[in-house]
């Protein structure tokens, strides 16, 4: 079935950094643009960052531009979040998701992993 | 990047219709039709109901359907059942490519 599992997450000392990761299974990955999205405890959904299938275009909201890098790895059909510079407001529950298959702008997220916490704390 | 507006909670009775607004700008909701709506329980990934606007995922279930009018895009659900009840946001694409979700609405039937 379609799958997305996460993991990589932890805590982690301001400044530090973490890399997460997630396998994809069940649908071509290659094919897939993918999402990071993350929720802070108790708090709304953030999206973070998009990367299209083939690499060429990455997105990513404006709190992460230059400390975090959306990347992924096809022949492993996995997607990676390199976190640098961590801050505690980046405490949270981080996501992937798939974008859906024919939608053209980047948007909607239809298969989701269950995601993995990072928490930022001395 | 400013989150798009919903209001904290709606609430229904068993039966009735209920409908969630999702207010942004000219940026985001006005311009593009890349409006999507996603339920969450508690503990859970998010699901996606709405794509574009308007469309439902297979297995998504009639009672919900989507709309715009305008910088609002609402999300209607008809027929409340018990199982409804969990926590409902939207999403938009943005001029600046990107993606901004709503604040989040806690659906309650009473």
């Known amino acids: 079935q379609v799958q997305l599992v996460e993991s990589g997450g932890g805590v982690v000392q301001p400044g530090g950094s973490l890399r997460l990761s997630c396998v994809a299974s069940g649908f071509i990955f290659s094919a897939s643009g993918m999402y990071w999205v993350r929720q802070a405890p108790g708090k709304g959904l953030e999206w973070v960052a998009y990367i299209q299938s083939d690499i060429n275009k990455k997105y990513y909201t404006d709190s992460v531009k230059g400390r975090f890098t959306i990347s992924r790895d096809n022949s492993r059909n996995t997607l990676y979040l390199e976190m640098n510079s961590l801050r505690t407001e980046d405490t949270a529950h981080y996501y992937c998701?798939?974008?859906?298959?024919?939608?053209?702008?980047?948007?909607?997220?239809?298969?989701w992993g269950q995601g993995t916490s990072v928490t930022v704390s001395s | 990047q400013s989150a798009l507006t919903q209001p904290a909670s709606v609430s229904g009775s068993p039966g009735q219709s209920i409908t969630i607004s999702c207010t942004g700008t000219?940026?985001?909701?006005?311009?593009?039709?890349?409006v999507s709506w996603y339920q969450q329980y508690p503990g859970k990934a998010p699901r996606l109901l709405i794509y574009?606007?308007?469309n439902r995922p297979s297995g998504v279930s009639h009672r919900f359907s989507g709309s715009k009018s305008g910088n609002t895009a609402s999300l209607t659900i008809s027929g409340l059942q018990a199982e409804d009840e969990a926590d409902y946001y939207c999403s938009s694409f943005t001029s600046s490519s990107t993606v901004v979700f709503g604040g989040g609405t806690k659906v309650t039937i009473l």
């Open positions: 998701a798939k974008h859906l298959s024919g939608s053209h702008y980047i948007s909607a997220m239809d298969v």
């Open positions: 574009e606007v308007s």
């Open positions: 000219s940026s985001d909701v006005g311009t593009y039709n890349y």
